[in-house]
C-alpha cells in the first residue's frame, strides 16, 4: 500500500460514517478522506450545505461513496425525512470543515439546512474539526460556541496552525487526516455503551418432536437472533444466546444450545439471573404433539396417522411470575402476515413488552432465511421506529441504540 493511504484505525474500520461537509477551502480534502474510509469498509453517506457545494459537487463524493449526497432537505427523492434516516443510520458522524457560523447555529439548535438538522437527528458519536481564519478562531464568541458543544457532549477538534488561505499563520487549518483518524477513533471507543450489562438473547425455531426423525418447527434462520447477540457483545455487552440454530458467533457470547420450547424456557430460567435486557427473536413453535412416540413411524405400517396438538406453554407469561426479573427490559418480535402494526400493538400489550419489532412474513427478499430485514418498531410507551430494509446485523445496530437509553 502507497504510504499515502494512512490505515484506518480498526475502531472505525467498517463503520457507518455520516460526512457531514461545510464550505471551505478545506472541503477537498473530504474527498480524500472519504475514499479512505471506503477503502477500509466504512460505509460513507454525505450531507453538504449549498455552501459547500461552492468548493466540491456533490457528484464528487457520490462517485467516492457510491451514496447519492444529500443536499436538500425537501427532495423528492428517499425518505420522507432524510435527516433523520441518516442520523439513526450513523455510527460515527464527522462535520468537517466546521465555519464559524455552523458552530453558532449548531450552538441554537438550528436546522435550516442537511448539516445542521442531521447533527440534531444523530444518535451517534460527533466529531466537528473546524476550519477558519485564526484570528476568527480565536474570538471570543466562537471559543464560548465551542465550549457550548463540548459540555452537550459533541467532541471538537480543535484545529492546527500553519498557513491559512488568507494567507495569515496561526491556527485554523483543517487538521490533518491522521488527526480525524484518530480523533474519529476516540469517538467510536465509548461504542462499548452496552459494558456492564447483561443480554439475553433467543434465536431460531424450536422444534418439538413427533417421533426421533420428525418434528414440527417453522422457517425461523435465527440470523436475527445471533446478529442482535454479536451486536451486543461487540459493544461490550455480557450476552447469553439461547439458540436452537449454529451459526458463527462473536466473541463474548455463551451459547446454550436447545431444542424445544421447553428447553428453551429452562434455559431462560437458568440464565436471566442479572440480566437487564432480554431479546426474544426465537421462533417458538406454539403447539406440540401432545406425546412423543418412541420408535420411528414407519409409512408401510399406517394409511394414516392422526396426531394430537397441545399448546405450549408461553414463554414471557412463565417469566412473568419470576421473581427479581421486574426490572428486566423485554423485547419481543413479530412476524405478521397482516395489519403488521395492530398486530404488532395487540401482542406488545398482551405479553406485557417494553418494545417489539414486527416485519412482514409475505416478502421473500426479507425475514426468514434472508439476510436482510425490514419492520416496525413499538415502544409501550406509544412510540415507534421505522426500520427500512437494510442487512440484518445493521438492524441489530439500529435496534440495540434505540434500546440503550431506556435501559438508564
Same mark, same amino acid.
Given at each position: 500500500?502507497?504510504r ?17 461537509v ?8 473530504l474527498?480524500d ?6 477503502r ?5 453517506r ?7 457545494q461552492?468548493?466540491?459537487?456533490p457528484?464528487s ?5 457510491g451514496h ?9 427523492e ?27 447555529r449548531?450552538?441554537?439548535?438550528r436546522?435550516? #439546512? +442537511? %448539516?445542521?438538522?442531521?447533527?440534531l ?6 466529531l466537528? =474539526?473546524? @476550519?477558519?481564519?485564526? &484570528? ?7 471559543q464560548?460556541?465551542?465550549a457550548?458543544l ?13 498557513r ?11 487538521p ?15 461504542g ?5 450489562i ?9 422444534r418439538e418432536?413427533? #417421533? +426421533? %426423525?420428525?418434528?414440527i ?9 445471533? =446478529?442482535? @447477540?454479536?451486536?451486543? &457483545?461487540q ?9 436452537t ?39 417458538v413453535a406454539d ?10 413411524i414407519?409409512?408401510e ?7 394430537r ?23 419481543g418480535?413479530?412476524?405478521?402476515d ?9 401482542k406488545?400489550q ?8 414486527a ?9 426468514f ?8 418498531m ?31
Amino acid at each position: 500500500m502507497d504510504r499515502s493511504e494512512l490505515d484506518v484505525p480498526p475502531a472505525v474500520a467498517g463503520r457507518r460514517v455520516a460526512l457531514l461537509v461545510c464550505g471551505g477551502i478545506a472541503v477537498y480534502k473530504l474527498v480524500d478522506l472519504a475514499s479512505r474510509l471506503v477503502r477500509a469498509g466504512c460505509q460513507v453517506r454525505v450531507a453538504m450545505t449549498r455552501s459547500a457545494q461552492q468548493f466540491v459537487g456533490p457528484t464528487s463524493f457520490r462517485g467516492i461513496t457510491g451514496h447519492p449526497v444529500l443536499t436538500d432537505l425537501f427532495g423528492s427523492e428517499g425518505p420522507a425525512e432524510p435527516h433523520v434516516e441518516l442520523g439513526d443510520w450513523a455510527q460515527l458522524m464527522l462535520l468537517a470543515p466546521a465555519t464559524a457560523d455552523v458552530l453558532a447555529r449548531l450552538v441554537q439548535g438550528r436546522s435550516d #439546512d +442537511p %448539516v445542521t438538522a442531521t447533527v440534531l437527528a444523530a444518535r451517534c458519536p460527533i466529531l466537528i =474539526a473546524p @476550519a477558519m481564519n485564526d &484570528a476568527m478562531w480565536n474570538h471570543a464568541a466562537v471559543q464560548a460556541n465551542v465550549a457550548v458543544l463540548w459540555e452537550r457532549g459533541l467532541t471538537v477538534l480543535a484545529p492546527e496552525e500553519g498557513r491559512l488561505a488568507s494567507g495569515h499563520r496561526g491556527p485554523g487549518r483543517l487538521p490533518t487526516a491522521e488527526a480525524i483518524l484518530t480523533a474519529l477513533e476516540a469517538c467510536a471507543a465509548p461504542g462499548r455503551d452496552y459494558a456492564g450489562i447483561k443480554v439475553v438473547v433467543t434465536a431460531g425455531g424450536t422444534r418439538e418432536p413427533i #417421533d +426421533p %426423525v420428525r418434528f414440527i418447527s417453522n422457517y425461523s434462520s435465527g440470523k436475527m437472533g445471533y =446478529a442482535l @447477540a454479536r451486536t451486543a &457483545a461487540q459493544r461490550g455487552a455480557e450476552v447469553v444466546l439461547i439458540s436452537t440454530v449454529d451459526h458463527p458467533w462473536a466473541e463474548g457470547v455463551t451459547v446454550v444450545a436447545v431444542v424445544t420450547a421447553a428447553e428453551m424456557l429452562a434455559g431462560l430460567r437458568q440464565h436471566l439471573g442479572g440480566a437487564r435486557l432480554l431479546i426474544m427473536a426465537a421462533a417458538v413453535a406454539d403447539y406440540r404433539p401432545d406425546q412423543r412416540v418412541p420408535d420411528k413411524i414407519r409409512r408401510e405400517q399406517q394409511e394414516e396417522l392422526m396426531m394430537r396438538l397441545v399448546r405450549n406453554p408461553d414463554l414471557l407469561a412463565e417469566l412473568s411470575s419470576e421473581p427479581d426479573l421486574s426490572g428486566l427490559y423485554r423485547l419481543g418480535f413479530a412476524a405478521e402476515d397482516s395489519g403488521l402494526a395492530v398486530s404488532a400493538l395487540a401482542k406488545l400489550q398482551r405479553k406485557h413488552l417494553d418494545a417489539i419489532v414486527a416485519n412482514d412474513i409475505r416478502r421473500s427478499d426479507i425475514g426468514f432465511g434472508s439476510d436482510y430485514n425490514e419492520g416496525l418498531m413499538l415502544f409501550a410507551d406509544g412510540q415507534r421506529l421505522e426500520l427500512p430494509k437494510m442487512p440484518k446485523s445493521e438492524m441489530a445496530e439500529r435496534i440495540l441504540g434505540a434500546v440503550r437509553p431506556r435501559l438508564g
